[in-house]
């Protein structure tokens, strides 16, 4: 009995830790996640964290901006973001700057109604000559 009960806490921890669908567009599957910030302090506003999978046999040149909204507002926005994705592959996280901060909001703002967050300006293009490497040597790992 105990047993199972720490396997199933086990099991909804780490599904809380997945990440979930959120657009899927062109050969282009963008999913997210919402994750405290380790650097910062204990308190600190949660961080979204974004995946890119190529789901067609081609590399692919994606460029996107994520908008915050607060009560039907813009509240903030990132910078235009670009990446190049080999077939088959996937980026994610801090280390390929797919890591967006909000600082004015707390874990239950995240989860209010009047919060919304989109992906916009997706631009997903057929690009063989793109260079991964290059792309990621010119951007900065964490805004």
């Excluded at 460029?63 to 915050?68: E, H, Y």
Aim: proline share 3%; glycine share 2%.
């Amino acid at each position: 009995m105990i047993i199972a009960l720490f396997i199933s806490s086990l099991t909804a921890v780490m599904s809380a830790q997945d990440y979930k669908e959120k657009i899927t567009k062109d050969s282009i599957k963008i999913s997210y996640k919402w994750r405290k910030d380790k650097i910062l302090k204990k308190d600190s506003p949660h961080v979204l964290l974004l995946e890119i999978e190529n789901l067609s046999k081609s590399k692919l040149t994606v460029s996107f901006n994520i908008l915050f909204y607060w009560k039907a507002q813009l509240h903030s926005s990132s910078n235009t973001k670009k990446y190049c994705i080999k077939p088959g592959k996937r980026i994610q996280g801090k280390k390929h700057g797919l890591a967006f901060h909000s600082n004015v909001f707390t874990l239950n703002d995240y989860f209010d109604p009047m919060f919304s967050w989109i992906i916009d300006d997706l631009i997903v293009e057929i690009n063989e000559s793109c260079n991964q490497r290059l792309n990621l040597k010119l951007k900065p790992a964490y805004p």
